[in-house]
């Protein structure tokens, strides 16, 4: 991001014209959407009032879903081919590909499909708790985490590789306690 925000409006219209230009605005845009590593070593994600850091080496999640509801995001330690969410098991796909070592987290913004009041107001802390793993449909063995926060309901899925590391589940966790909630 540093090279593209060191090059000048200038340099790129008189080297290669408008068509560039715009190219290089659409992918400066998109990189400042993403977020910017900070100094942890994480990158910022927001979509849908919905923000999170996550480690700058995972793939850029996937944002909420448009075409499924309830609408879905995917956030995972690794490249998840062919799949973009959509779908009422769309999960599977992602879940088929864990690597051993993987993490997946799979957030369900439950607001306007089930009542908000239903839920639990949100953990104090998110803990990877053996007793919040269960097989699920459509996500295999997974943990489960449901909360309301400012006036939204939302359901966590996260399912770790079966030679997952203590340093994989702790960064699962902090992107977990780095979710931040806006009111839609």
């Not at 230009?21 to 659409?26: D, I, M, N, Q, T």
């Not at 799979?106 to 097989?135: C, H, K, Y």
């Not at 063995?141 to 359901?155: I, N, Q």
């Not at 079966?162 to 780095?178: A, F, G, N, Q, Y």
Request: aromatic content about 8%; charged content about 20%; glycine content about 10%.
């Amino acid at each position: 991001m540093g090279l593209v925000a060191a090059i000048t409006l200038h340099d790129i219209r008189r080297t290669v014209g408008g068509a560039a230009l715009a190219l290089a605005l659409a992918l400066f845009a998109v990189g400042c959407s993403l977020g910017g590593d900070d100094a942890s070593g994480t990158k910022v994600f927001e979509t849908s009032g919905v923000s999170f850091e996550y480690p700058d080496a995972w793939p850029p999640p996937l944002p909420f879903t448009t075409e499924t509801t309830p609408t879905r995001m995917t956030i995972s330690s690794f490249p998840v081919m062919g799949y973009d969410g959509e779908g009422d098991c769309a999960p599977q796909t992602a879940v088929d590909q864990l690597p051993g070592s993987g993490a997946l987290v799979f957030i369900l913004d439950m607001t306007g499909f089930s009542e908000v009041d239903d839920f639990p107001q949100r953990p104090s802390s998110f803990e990877l708790d053996n007793q919040m793993l269960a097989m699920r449909e459509c996500f295999g063995e997974s943990y489960e985490v449901s909360f309301r926060e400012k006036g939204r309901a939302l359901t966590v899925y996260v399912a770790l590789g079966p030679r997952v590391s203590d340093d994989m589940r702790s960064k699962v966790t902090d992107v977990l306690e780095s979710l931040e909630v806006k009111r839609q």
